[in-house]
């Protein structure tokens, strides 16, 4: 079975919806090592509307090199009300969404990550569906906009599983949730 991983930039006031204003500082050589390993371990992403519609303008229009050369040619899957079709080798996922995603999870392969935290992930903890949580927690203190699980329900348990930290003060905190929990 397949392991979905949640991969989100957090600032310190749980800020997630601008790390184009905060992050790009943080994104070095130690960043950019961890992120290659995560993507060169995935055959898959999931991604909702906006942050697909976020990635894809960029990514396509960046210069080659071997990270985005990986994240234009990986299948993306793409969770959306509103899109019908999708270009940057991507499919919006046809009928219930957390069906579909459970049913990929099934299918042999490497690690599916996700990128972003909104609404799809309301849904895929409803089903117990996300296997690890990597929050990319950035020393800056943004805290206006679209927060951390704001559109999640009830309190979903996690455990932390592991920590790496970066030079430049990142830390990635990895979570899973406990038995029992979404």
């Keep these: 079975m397949r392991k979905l991983i949640e991969s989100t930039h957090v600032a310190l006031g749980g800020e997630i919806g601008s790390p184009q204003n905060w992050g790009f500082p943080y994104l070095d050589d130690e960043h950019m090592r961890y992120a290659t390993e995560l993507l060169a371990g995935a055959d898959a992403l999931l991604l909702g509307r906006l942050t697909y519609e976020g990635l894809s303008a960029a990514y396509t229009a960046m210069a080659p090199n071997p990270f985005v050369d990986r994240m234009n040619s990986i299948p993306k899957y793409v969770a959306s009300r509103t899109l019908r079709e999708a270009a940057w080798n991507a499919t919006v996922i046809p009928g219930d969404v957390a069906d579909f995603v459970a049913g990929l ?5 490497g690690t599916i990550v996700k990128y972003g935290n909104g609404q799809l992930d309301q849904l895929l903890m409803a089903y117990n569906l996300i296997d ?11 805290g206006s906009g679209q927060h951390l699980f704001e559109e999640i329900r009830g309190a979903p348990q996690l ?17 899973k949730p406990k038995s029992g929990t979404g």
Excluded: C, N, W
């Design 105 to 109: 999870k099934r299918q042999p392969g």
């Design 159 to 175: 455990s932390l599983a592991d920590v790496r930290r970066f030079a430049s003060g990142v830390m990635v905190l990895i979570y």
């Design 132 to 142: 690890e949580f990597h929050l990319l927690l950035t020393p800056v203190a943004a």
